[in-house]
T-cell receptor
Framework: GDSVTQMEGPVTLSEEAFLTINCTYT??????LFWYVQYPGEGLQLLLK?????DKGSNKGFEATYRKETTSFHLEKGSVQVSDSAVYFC?????????????FGTGTRLKVLA | NAGVTQTPKFQVLKTGQSMTLQCAQD?????MSWYRQDPGMGLRLIHY???????DQGEVPNGYNVSRSTTEDFPLRLLSAAPSQTSVYFC???????????????FGPGTRLTVL
């Protein structure tokens, strides 16, 4: 079945460091891919998305490229800020056999130190 | 737009009690869903609905019921609460129908439930 695997956290970085959070997926169909962010005490918010191979999603300095050949959608940011501290979820949506599926990874906690 | 609203924000139940978690959206979204979030397990889909009058089970439906009488509302009922249902519950909605798999989901702020 469909699944999403993302790197375990927590990830602790200093301000202005480079961030990579790995995400790989398995899917029976041709999924769309998402990154969501969850700030403390809040619900999830969409950070970026990509709907087909080689698409690059970007928002707030974060980027991720849909790599069909490696079934990956890694999240990157060139210079993190303290305000980026949150939990990041990789997700996919797929529709195998007509059933709508939306699957999340387990989340990666990011802590950025000043 | 209020987006997706959930009530209550916090709830403590005793084992065996029943309750309903409320969810409403004002975006005229067809697709609504309920998730539970547990440490180390991400979000797991409980039930979902692709439109008024249509519901289906997700990954972890046991112990929960849903109904969708209107486009706006999608309540989640716990029939007989158990400690294993202690979790944070999120309601989400999206514009997509069953044939539109790429629309983003909008999440409510969550309900933190403790079952003693």
């Amino acid at each position: 079945g469909d699944s999403v695997t993302q790197m375990e956290g927590p990830v602790t970085l200093s301000e202005e460091a480079f961030l990579t959070i790995n995400c790989t997926y398995t899917a029976t169909g041709y999924p769309s891919l998402f990154w969501y962010v969850q700030y403390p005490g809040e619900g999830l918010q969409l950070l970026l998305k990509a709907t087909k191979a080689d698409d690059k999603g970007s928002n707030k300095g974060f980027e991720a490229t849909y790599r069909k050949e490696t079934t990956s959608f890694h999240l990157e940011k060139g210079s993190v800020q303290v305000s980026d501290s949150a939990v990041y979820f990789c997700a996919l949506s797929d529709q195998p056999s007509g059933t709508y599926k939306y699957i999340f990874g387990t989340g990666t906690r990011l802590k950025v130190l000043a | 737009n209020a987006g997706v609203t959930q009530t209550p924000k916090f709830q403590v139940l005793k084992t065996g009690q029943s309750m309903t978690l409320q969810c409403a959206q004002d975006m005229n979204h067809e697709y609504m869903s309920w998730y539970r979030q547990d440490p180390g397990m991400g979000l797991r889909l409980i039930h979902y609905s692709v439109g008024a009058g249509i519901t289906d089970q997700g990954e972890v439906p046991n112990g929960y019921n849903v109904s969708r009488s209107t486009t706006e509302d999608f309540p989640l009922r716990l029939l007989s609460a158990a400690p294993s249902q202690t979790s944070v519950y999120f309601c989400a909605s999206s514009r997509g129908t069953a044939k539109s798999s790429y629309n983003e989901q909008f999440f409510g702020p969550g309900t933190r439930l403790t079952v003693l």
